[in-house]
């Protein structure tokens, strides 16, 4: 046999370093996407006790097994302004939080868990959605008992607090929508300049000299 002669390595040896050199980036888009919805599950709870916390709900009077939002008093019956305040108030906080989740969970995800864009813009809608609905369920969990079960036989002149009502249910979507919306707005702005753009600008330049 000749000293220059070059003998390949077996096939199987071949293709077997092949394989193993392939990254796996099944594995990465999966973690990515159990990150955002668990940031999308904590960030619910925290978020709805938040709401909660922030929101002060108002008083009413019961008479003759009624209860009367805002009844200030029974004799004789009198009405304090602002009597859907406790509606407006709990709606506003609502939305505030979790358009604060929203955005702080889709700037995250579009600034360190961008390695998919498709993959992450439907975890973001998928979690916010999940984030939006806990958010809603721990606002009726501490929420105040329905006062117009508690009115029926109750003393007349009982001072019982309103529960916790937002004015659309709808609302629990405000997080996947202002997630969506800081991932767009970052991708559109950081978004990266193909490399063709530039080679044509090189050979052009190089042409014109």
């Known amino acids: 046999m000749p000293d220059n002669l070059i003998v390949p390595p077996p096939p ?3 293709a077997t370093g092949h394989r193993s050199a392939r990254p796996d980036l099944s594995r990465p888009v999966l973690v990515q996407v159990a990150i955002i919805v668990a940031a999308f599950i904590v960030g619910g709870l925290a978020a709805g006790l938040a709401a909660a916390t922030l929101w002060t709900p108002p008083t009413g009077m019961v008479l003759e097994d009624k209860w009367y939002r805002g009844l200030i008093s029974i004799d ?8 859907d305040q406790g509606v407006f108030a709990a709606t506003a906080w609502f939305s505030v939080c979790a358009i604060v989740l929203g955005l702080l969970v ?9 390695r998919s864009e498709l993959v992450t813009l ?12 806990l958010m809603l369920l ?3 969990l501490l929420s105040p008992e329905d006062p117009n079960g508690l009115a029926k036989g109750a003393v007349g002149g009982t001072v019982l607090e309103d529960s916790f009502q937002l004015a659309s249910p709808w609302l629990v979507l405000l997080v996947p929508g202002s997630a969506m919306l800081a991932l767009m707005v970052i991708f559109l702005m950081w978004a990266p300049h ?13 042409t014109e000299r």
């Open 12 to 14: 199987s040896l071949y």
């Open 76 to 83: 004789p019956p009198a009405i304090g302004q602002n009597i």
């Open 106 to 114: 889709g700037i995250a995800a579009a600034v360190w868990l961008n």
């Open 122 to 133: 439907g975890a973001l809608m998928v979690g916010g959605a999940i984030g939006g609905g």
């Open 138 to 140: 721990i606002t009726s």
């Open 194 to 206: 193909p490399p063709a753009d530039h080679e044509l600008d090189g050979q052009q330049s190089a």
